[in-house]
């Protein structure tokens, strides 16, 4: 897939019964250095619609890499985001593992 100029590999999953998560089939996407760039799911336990979890500005916290901005756009019938609607946005400023 293609997107924002650069070439992201998807990896679909289905999940088993017994993991709680958003909903058992669910699309990640990662770019060249295998961070995760987006995430497709549907909030299920929220009854909601399809949506894209955007992850940017990864910065290395303890060793790790981090998405440190975050956006959820919904997705509409034809798959395309929408990405004038924010449902989610999350900005994170320090990460500590302990």
């Excluded at 958003?22 to 961070?35: C, P, V, W």
């Excluded at 549907?42 to 901005?69: Q, S, W």
Aim: with cysteine; aromatic share 10%; proline share 4%.
């Amino acid at each position: 897939m293609t997107e924002e100029g650069e070439t992201w590999n998807r990896l679909k999953v289905t999940f088993p019964d017994d993991i709680a998560t958003h909903s058992r089939e669910q699309t990640f996407y990662f770019d060249q250095d295998g961070l995760l760039r987006r995430h497709d799911y549907t909030a299920e336990v929220l009854n909601a619609g399809p949506a894209a979890h955007y992850c940017a500005d990864h910065k290395e916290f303890g060793g790790i890499m981090v998405p440190t901005r975050r956006r959820v756009h919904p997705l509409s019938e034809d798959g395309s985001v929408v990405r004038d609607i924010e449902l989610v946005t999350i900005d994170i400023d320090d990460v500590v593992f302990a």
